[in-house]
Structures are given as C-alpha cells and as structure tokens.
C-alpha cells in the first residue's frame, strides 16, 4: 500500500468554509474531501497505479497568497499573481 500525503492551501480552503462556526465539522469535512481525492485518483484510468493509496497525512498550512511576477514555463509568458482573481478575492 502506498501512503499519500496532501497539502492544503489554509486560507483558500478555509475561505470556503468562512460560514461554518463548527471546527470539527470543517476538518471532518477536509478529512472527507481528501478521502475523496485519494479514491477518485486511483480509479482514474489516465493514472497507472500499481497498489492502493492510503492517506499519511494532512499537511495544512496558511500564508499570504503570493505577490510577484514569475515566469509560466509552459506558455512563455509572465504572470503576476498578486492581480489573479484568487489573490484579488481573498482580500
């Protein structure tokens, strides 16, 4: 069995669950949506995997959404990410 382990962008999960004053139902509900992903990936034909998954751990961590222009290395372009719509939405 191969065990996976997920990062979680802190602020970008939790602004989705800004309304849920219950903890425990929002880690439930982490818990349950990286479940999902584990199962979901490894039934996916495009992915070959030889032996079933199983979640090691949560990594949960929380930081500003980065500022500056980087290099996409794929289309050649610059990106500034401090004006994407998901840094622009979180404040």
Do not use: W
């Not at 992903?37 to 990594?59: C, K």
């Not at 290099?71 to 979180?90: C, E, G, R, W, Y």
């Amino acid at each position: 069995m191969r065990d996976v382990a997920i990062l979680v962008d802190g602020g970008f999960y939790l602004k989705r669950y800004k309304k849920q004053p219950d903890v425990k139902q929002v880690a439930k509900g982490l818990l349950t949506h990286c479940l999902k992903h584990i199962h979901n990936q490894s039934e996916n034909n495009d992915r070959h995997i030889t032996e079933p998954e199983r979640l090691y751990r949560i990594f949960f961590y929380d930081c500003p959404p980065i500022t500056k222009k980087l290099h996409h290395p794929i289309t050649k372009k610059a990106v500034d990410f401090k004006t994407s719509k998901t840094a622009l939405n979180l404040y």
